[in-house]
């Protein structure tokens, strides 16, 4: 539907995103329910229901463009039926399945190659490197618990303001995840704690194959999926992931999976077991939060009023275990109803967990309302340093030094902004040359 337009997509640059905000969350939970669909095929009557549904899974994952979950689709399609390639040329039902598996090895290249997509492999790279400077600060216990989404924007300002005019400057971007499970975990909690998890992941994945009640081909399919999900992107940050990795577990636990067995062999499903029981609060936790999140977005004509920051504050009120999202949406609010000192309290509030180039052009607008000029441009400086290729943090800085005086300054960064390369173009950016052209043009 939002790729003929009859929807509208959640974000300005992609046609499909579900109720997501990009293609991410959508594509990477069709791919992890690709293998459900397989086994309902091979197992269960009204296959053609199935193989229909199965279909209109793989269109909308080559549709959303999403290279991730193209890949773990192909990758969990050949393992799924790898045991039935002798018998393909004998039963056609299976040759609208490859000719789809072929389609989407096509497509994954030709998206591949896009000029666009290949920016993102560079940026990758790149939020790899810094990743990676993190884990080498502090490689044994970590930083810390969200660690990575408060210190990596600094990390990141730091490396620019060591390599001025770096390859990577138009590469960088406001990054909340190193698209990598394991790089943020390694991060966050060390090196030490992280093999220790693979180690535990990879022994309850043996034990519930081998006391597995479905099909061991559904779970190691599902598990290939959810492992290259989870090494090229942000798969654990969606609820409806979590949900199936619920489901996945509870698929594979034996029917004796309740009874208290006092052996070793059943140590690490218990352990297991009491994973469950905290996952499916925080699962509950997520979709209640998202509901009264986005129930307090929609309500437009409240904007500013003092019922919406009621309904913020009974929100933050309840025992979220990571505020800082929801608070920098409050304190965005504020800012835009000129609250700006109840704006920058707000902001004290979860700076150490949240500090991104948002965070700092946000700080400095409200310095910059509240006269204070010089902290203002600190801000509007450190949000250029984060990510060079913006240009609003510049034309701020520039308009700062305009209302200073500071003719000097104004017409350095002026010439910046001029001969600045084009990283995306917009109709805010064309307006900015075009206002710096015609200072520069005064003088």
Known sequence: MQFFHFCHSNHADFSITGNFDNPTGLATTLALVVPICYYSIQ???????????????????ILSESRTAILASISLTLIYWFPELKTVEKNKKYLVLFVFLTAMIICFIQINNKTNKINSVQGRKFIYYITLQMIKDCPILGHGEGAFEAKYMEYQSNYFKDNINSKYENYSDNIKHPFNEILKLMVEYGVIFTLFLIGFTIKLIRVMMKNSRGDKRLMISMSVALIVCANLTYVFEYASVKCLLFIMLMIYNDKHILYLRVNYKYMVRWIGLMILIPLVYVIWQDLYVEYMWNKIAMRRNDKGTDSMFVEYEKLLSLSIIDKSLILYNYSAELNICGQYKRSISIIDKYINKLNDYDVQML????????????????????????????????????????QLKDKKNALRIATIIKNKEVKIKSKTIDLIKEKVSEFLDSY
């Open 363 to 402: 700080l400095g607008n409200n310095y910059e309302n509240l006269k204070q000029y010089d902290k203002a441009l600190e801000h509007y400086q450190k949000a250029s340093l984060m990510i060079p290729s913006r240009f609003i943090c510049l034309y701020q800085q520039f308009r700062v030094f305009n």
């Open 43 to 61: 197992k269960y009557k009204h296959k053609m229901f199935n193989l229909i549904l199965m279909l209109i899974i793989l269109v909308s994952i």
